[in-house]
């Protein structure tokens, strides 16, 4: 999900997201020190092609990597986590990766932000690419659904790749390549949003809304806005899932069944009941939604293609 993910009460994962880059202190000549906002520079990319396996971990795409030479790891493959990687704090430790500052973090609502430290990790690797100087935070993966998990790798590692999530064959690759045009078939266009989140148009029914791809939502397939559920073809009564929370709130879930099929572009999803509210102001699509399924995102080009795995 966006931001600050559900993490909760059976709950899929939270994905802090710095709020604000680490700060360091400027001297001004005659007078008191001023505080400059410094951003990160992006990690620096060698190698050209992962293609390794994926595990599910209560439905999410999992790899392992190395982190400064050591593992391998496992993390969790989130394209609804913006930037590039979060760490346990029990992997940090383990590390012993050395705090460079600290960032606030907070989610979609605008409540309150929390703190977290910022750490430096020389390199992490995985398949044949190796990432370095990259810059992570902390987070806390919740409940024992992701135990074993040792982080999330964020959507900001592939923006320069064609990435492939293949479900149905387990298989994460990541190389050069594109996709073709979307013309109406499989292939749909993105928007990109800040943090580098991907919004693209699902059709429930008649209609088109606009949804986050976050295959880090292992909660429900398809969650959202509260607002939208009126509008949608829905049959039964709602019914309550839970509990999720964020950084700043508590927020019970509901769910109610559809009463249509649910496309990208000419690809139908398994998806037959739909969860709100969503954290954010769009829906939000999950790895429950694409359990059969092959996700190829060309980020360089603004194209997303969801096909069924040919296994």
Do not use: W
Not at 41 to 53: C, H, L
Not at 128 to 150: F, K, M, Q
Not at 225 to 250: C, F, H, K, M, N
């Amino acid at each position: 999900m966006r931001a600050f993910k559900f993490a909760v009460c059976g709950a899929s994962l939270a994905a802090l997201v710095p709020a604000a880059a680490q700060e360091a202190p400027q001297p001004q000549a005659g007078g008191p020190r001023m505080i400059r906002r410094m951003a990160a520079p992006p990690p620096q990319m060698t190698g050209e092609r992962a293609d390794v396996p994926v595990e599910l971990v209560a439905g999410m795409p999992t790899i392992t990597a190395m982190v400064n030479g050591r593992g391998p790891y496992r993390f969790g493959v989130d394209t609804g986590a913006s930037g590039y990687l979060r760490v346990t704090p029990a992997l940090a430790e383990a590390i012993g990766l050395r705090q460079t500052g600290e960032a606030r973090a907070g989610d979609p609502s605008g409540g309150a932000t929390v703190a977290v430290p910022i750490y430096a990790v020389d390199s992490l690797a995985f398949g044949g690419l190796t990432y370095s100087g990259v810059s992570t935070t902390a987070i806390n993966l919740p409940g024992t659904r992701l135990a074993g998990v040792d982080g999330i790798i964020g959507i900001g590692f592939f923006q320069n790749l064609l990435l492939t999530i293949d479900y149905g064959r387990l298989r994460l690759t990541a190389g050069p390549g594109a996709l073709p045009a979307a013309d109406g078939g499989d292939v749909v266009a993105f928007t990109p949003e800040r943090g580098g989140l991907i919004t693209f148009p699902l059709a429930i029914g008649d209609g088109v809304h606009q949804v986050h791809l976050d295959t880090g939502n292992s909660r429900y397939p398809l969650f959202m806005p509260a607002a939208a559920i009126a509008g949608l073809p829905t049959r039964g009564a709602p019914r309550d899932i839970g509990r999720a929370r964020t950084v700043s709130q508590e927020i019970a879930l509901q769910a109610i069944g559809l009463a249509a099929p649910v496309r990208v572009g000419t690809t139908a999803l398994p998806i037959t009941d739909v969860g709100y509210p969503a954290i954010a102001s769009v829906g939000n699509i999950g790895s429950l939604a694409l359990r059969t399924m092959a996700v190829t995102v060309d980020y360089p080009n603004r194209r997303l293609r969801i096909v069924p795995s040919a296994r």
